[in-house]
Nanobody
């Protein structure tokens, strides 16, 4: 069974950068769309950024201009580069893959904490 695992989270200072990675294990998948979501304390989960297998990207308004999503390589499926981090970016970040055979796969999440 394919599992997704995020990495790259942690404690960062406001204004700094962060790079998240999402790797798959247990098999291979054909991706239709893959993206990053986040859930901040007391808030609902929201889309941060997504990219299709055709390279079309979509970003939340709150991260436009600060975030870049890109497809990965054999090891890592997708990356999220975020710059100029703000305390309100503090959240658990999840990788989610929507496959061409109709599966929806989620990682366990990685905590990102931005200190002011």
């Amino acid at each position: 069974q394919v599992q997704l695992e995020e990495s790259g989270g942690g404690l960062v200072q406001a204004g700094g950068p962060l790079r998240l990675s999402c790797a798959a294990s247990g098999g291979t998948i054909s991706i239709n769309v893959i993206g990053w979501y986040r859930r901040a304390p007391g808030k609902q989960r929201e889309l941060v950024a997504a990219i299709s297998n055709g390279g079309v990207t979509n970003y939340a308004d709150s991260v436009k201009g600060r975030a870049t999503i890109s497809m990965g390589n054999v090891k890592d499926l997708v990356f999220l580069q975020m710059n100029s981090l703000k305390p309100e970016d503090t959240a658990v970040y999840y990788c989610a893959a929507f496959t061409t055979d109709g599966r929806e796969l989620w990682g366990q999440g990685t905590q990102v904490t931005v200190s002011s």
